[in-house]
T-cell receptor, first 112, second 115 residues
Framework: AAGVIQSPRHLIKEKRETATLKCYPI?????VYWYQQGPGQDPQFLIS???????DKGSIPDRFSAQQFSDYHSELNMSSLELGDSALYFC???????????FGPGTRLTVL | AQSVTQPDIHITVSEGASLELRCNYS??????LFWYVQSPGQGLQLLLK??????LVQGIKGFEAEFKRSQSSFNLRKPSVHWSDAAEYFC?????????????FGSGTQLTVLP
């Protein structure tokens, strides 16, 4: 069965650069969530979208923005990267707000 | 506010031994409870979930968990651990329906399996 796809799987950037992470949900899933997991930390909710509209916002820095497109894929845009942004970024998708969340493999971002 | 506590940061068991990972939650309403497993370099995989009905739920890979409302606990168990179970395990709580859509995760329990 198709799963959540995230690209790239690994990304290395320098401080003050920008990065864009992409998430392709499971087909027919209309809800996308972004989580950030720092080294040795538990995943922290960043933001979510339902039917292309932002539905919830967590601890997402102002330097980050995200959107969900007409094909339901989502992109997380990160600007003015800091060393502390180095983390594993997970995307999850679900069918509807109460549906089971299926997680992607994550994008590992390293900021040098 | 909802919160999840996993009191054991690291657990080591021998292969074939039984396993119990603890999870306590704080939630103001009926919770939706999950256990996820994360292998090194991998995404989170759902092991099992509970939101109503039988308080003992069965999951994949031989895992089960028991919801105890009186103790606000949702401990994960496995009768006989395999070496491939070595991973990090996260307990999570979310709202049952409602408008909020995020999960709150515990800090994880790292499981080491000795041969």
């Amino acid at each position: 069965a198709a799963g959540v796809i995230q690209s790239p799987r690994h990304l290395i950037k320098e401080k003050r650069e920008t990065a864009t992470l992409k998430c392709y949900p499971i087909p027919r899933h209309d809800t996308v969530y972004w989580y950030q997991q720092g080294p040795g930390q538990d995943p922290q909710f960043l933001i979510s979208f339902y039917e292309k509209m932002q539905s919830d916002k967590g601890s997402i820095p102002d330097r980050f923005s995200a959107q969900q497109f007409s094909d339901y894929h989502s992109e997380l845009n990160m600007s003015s990267l800091e060393l502390g942004d180095s983390a594993l970024y997970f995307c999850a998708s679900s069918l509807g707000a109460g549906g089971l969340k299926y997680f992607g493999p994550g994008t590992r971002l390293t900021v040098l | 506010a909802q919160s999840v506590t996993q009191p054991d940061i690291h657990i080591t068991v021998s292969e074939g031994a039984s396993l119990e990972l603890r999870c306590n939650y704080s939630y103001g309403a009926t919770p939706y409870l999950f256990w996820y497993v994360q292998s090194p370099g991998q995404g989170l995989q759902l092991l099992l979930k509970y939101f109503s009905g039988d308080t003992l739920v069965q999951g994949i890979k031989g895992f089960e968990a028991e919801f105890k409302r009186s103790q606000s606990s949702f401990n994960l168990r496995k009768p006989s651990v395999h070496w491939s179970d070595a991973a990090e395990y996260f307990c999570a709580v979310g709202p049952l329906g409602g408008s909020a859509r995020q999960l709150t995760f515990g800090s994880g329990t790292q499981l080491t399996v000795l041969p």
